[in-house]
């Protein structure tokens, strides 16, 4: 069965594509700063891997304010850790407690707006 998209179906399987290789980044970037045993050479495969998943995937234009932020942080860490060749297992061990914290703040800001409803807000008066 030969099915023809429009290009707005398609436009919309790759955003939701590119959505979820950033959330899968970002998880798998709390999983590696959470392990107590990560090492610098399980983190820089791991992120690698999930980074190159990424960059596989046509660039798409982020509206929201999770978005963005959550593509630039995965951005700068990247350069931050892995494109520095002076990085180092003591330099993985002192930004965990950070980096976790960082991923926080994203997760927060992503379920920040979840219910906005009025009808979702409880109203005690």
Not at 16 to 27: D, G, H, R
Not at 37 to 55: A, C, G, H, P, Y
Not at 64 to 77: A, D, P, R, S, V
Not at 107 to 125: A, E, G, L, P, V
């Amino acid at each position: 069965m030969n099915r023809n998209y429009t290009a707005k179906q398609i436009e919309k399987y790759k955003r939701q594509k590119y959505i979820s290789a950033l959330e899968k980044c970002t998880k798998n970037l709390f999983k590696l700063f959470r392990n107590e045993n990560t090492t610098i050479d399980s983190f820089s495969n791991k992120f690698k891997e999930v980074k190159r998943d990424l960059d596989k995937l046509d660039e798409i234009r982020l509206d929201g304010e999770y978005l963005k932020k959550t593509k630039e942080y995965i951005e700068q860490l990247y350069r931050r850790t892995i494109l520095n060749e002076d990085f180092s297992q003591k330099d993985l061990n002192d930004i965990k407690n950070l980096e976790l914290t960082n991923l926080n703040r994203l997760q927060k800001m992503k379920n920040r707006t979840k219910y906005s409803k009025d009808k979702h807000k409880n109203d005690f008066f």
